[in-house]
């Protein structure tokens, strides 16, 4: 039996990913869980999995794109200790000239207006308690340039997100921070690696720590910044890379010993 130390996180995207790596780390660490995910075949059984190792977990399906699912959610579980806005949909490469610009209204609904609502309605009910956390997922794609740009138009946004959240939100005791994981070798990375879309040379041998982040260690990372060690920090996007950003830029400038 996990003790319980009396919090509970919404995740959102808890199914699969970075998500489910966040669902069970706060779960092991004793916060009462609520996954919020539009894929109820595989989220279900990943709660009845946490709460048969004695933790408290409940799956909710929520479709990110429709508001009144998400105004739902935060009238059902008002002001939770933390948010946790993992879901998102990803993009293939593809250039500005050539993209369906449906895919790219559906990321944005999805990534950015999806997690803006949600930060939305539980931050009001978080301010009104006076406490809360709240960590959206940004990702290296808002940082650098990347070939798929709806989807790192929309973690841009989340980062700017996260800033006004934090200076709007952080009088009423509440604090947003936000993460941006690098090359993380979710079971999406290791299908397209297995399919040939990804080159897992290329992304290895452009990090400091010549490896692929793993999900657990980014849940490791939200689960410190939605804690008291925390108290302190707000309005920052901290990225999780194994030290992508640092070395592929010091190996594309001309002076190298």
């Not at 003790?3 to 780390?25: M, P």
């Not at 709660?47 to 977990?57: C, F, H, L, M």
Request: net charge neutral; hydrophobic share 45%.
């Amino acid at each position: 039996m996990i003790k319980s130390d009396g919090r509970t996180a919404v995740v959102t995207g808890g199914a699969s990913g970075i998500g489910e790596a966040v669902l069970r780390r706060f779960a092991e660490a004793g916060w009462r869980t609520i996954s919020a995910d539009i894929d109820a075949k595989r989220g279900v059984p990943i709660v009845d999995e946490i709460t048969r190792a004695g933790a408290d977990s409940l799956f909710i399906r929520v479709d990110m794109a429709e508001e009144k699912e998400i105004t739902a959610l935060a009238e059902r579980f008002g002001a939770v200790d933390a948010l946790i806005n993992s879901a998102g949909l990803l993009q293939n490469a593809v250039r500005v000239l050539d993209m369906d610009i449906a895919e790219f209204d559906r990321i944005q609904a999805v990534n950015v207006r999806g997690t803006l609502l949600a930060a939305r309605h539980f931050g009001k009910a978080m301010c009104a308690r006076g406490s809360g956390s709240i960590v959206n997922l940004c990702s290296l794609t808002g940082i650098r340039p990347s070939a798929q740009p709806a989807y790192a138009m929309g973690k841009a946004s989340l980062d700017m997100l996260t800033q006004i959240l934090a200076a709007e939100l952080g009088p009423h005791g509440v604090r947003v921070n936000a993460v941006a994981p690098g090359y993380t070798l979710t079971p999406a990375m290791q299908a397209r690696i297995d399919s040939g879309a990804r080159d897992p040379k290329r992304v290895t041998d452009n990090s400091a720590l010549g490896r692929f982040v793993a999900p657990r260690e980014v849940a490791d990372a939200i689960l410190f910044l939605c804690s008291d060690m925390a108290a302190a920090i707000t309005g920052v996007t901290l990225p999780i890379d194994c030290g992508w950003l640092a070395t592929s830029a010091y190996k594309s400038y001309a002076a190298q010993p």
